[in-house]
């Protein structure tokens, strides 16, 4: 296991390298649009539901009054809203090496009868 953090950068490159015919300058393109697309729609209180990787939403949470471990004082804590991330089947199966097939069938029983998103231009 190495330390190593996936930047927007590798992002980039990757996209680059998986599309043949695409300049440096489309494959940034590609991924900054990807990325403010699923910022905007996480501003807005959407969940964004990524197929075989995970969904990500926002939750609000309520004002309550939290304590110092060390030293035991009380202090008010805002609301606020957290950004929460759930992993599919299939990339907790992929992390723990599982195989992938148990994965999907548990992929192809949750999405029955679930109407995929609109894409962003059909919004």
């Known amino acids: 296991m190495t330390n190593r953090t996936l930047t927007r950068q590798d992002l980039l490159h990757a996209v680059y390298v998986a599309g043949p015919g695409l300049s440096r300058v489309e494959a940034k393109q590609i991924v900054e649009t990807a990325l ?3 910022c905007v729609a996480l501003e807005g209180g959407e969940a964004v539901k990524l197929r075989a990787f995970g969904t990500f ?5 309520r004002p309550r009054v939290g304590r110092n471990p060390k030293t035991g004082a009380e202090y008010p804590i805002s ?4 950004l929460t991330f759930k992993p599919s089947p299939r990339l907790v199966a ?11 069938e548990d992929l192809s029983s949750s999405t029955q009868g679930k109407r995929p998103l609109l894409a962003a231009s059909q919004r």
């Open 36 to 38: 403010e697309e699923i």
């Open 57 to 61: 939403s926002v939750r609000s949470k």
């Open 79 to 82: 609301a606020r809203r957290v």
């Open 94 to 104: 992929c992390i723990n090496g599982e195989d992938l097939s148990d994965a999907d």
